[in-house]
Nanobody
Framework: VQLQAFGGGFVQPGGSLRLSCTAS????????IGWFRQAPGKVREGVGC????????VYADSAKGRFTISRDNANNTVHLHMNNLRPEDSAIYYC???????????????WGQGTEVTVSS
């Protein structure tokens, strides 16, 4: 499977963005899709993940209550809906695929290119 993330941009604090991760290749529905981010000078961190069907999403503490992950298997797409954005959410966001479950970071073996999110007034 190959991934492509898009939808980043500039938004003011409190605003919303929707990132999307589309996949090409076979057996898309068998993969869990994780979202990660990396800000300048910081280590990469997980934001959340949605498993293969039956889809179940998990979130980092920093994302809980503000971010939602959904998957559209018919269109080979996973969305990261981000609300109430904060300046500290500014980063390059990546999507990655792991087989079936949201597991350890090392299990995400396929990565898309990043899309940049900037939250600033």
């Amino acid at each position: 499977v190959q991934l492509q993330a898009f939808g980043g941009g500039f938004v003011q604090p409190g605003g919303s963005l929707r990132l999307s991760c589309t996949a090409s290749g076979s057996a898309w529905a068998n993969y869990a899709i994780g979202w990660f981010r990396q800000a300048p000078g910081k280590v990469r961190e997980g934001v959340g993940c949605i498993s293969a069907e039956p889809a179940h999403a998990v979130y980092a503490d920093s994302a809980k209550g503000r971010f939602t992950i959904s998957r559209d298997n018919a269109n080979n797409t996973v969305h990261l809906h981000m609300n109430n954005l904060r300046p500290e959410d500014s980063a390059i966001y990546y999507c990655a695929a792991a087989l079936k479950y949201c597991s350890a970071d090392k299990d995400f073996t396929t990565w898309g290119q990043g899309t940049e999110v900037t939250v600033s007034s």
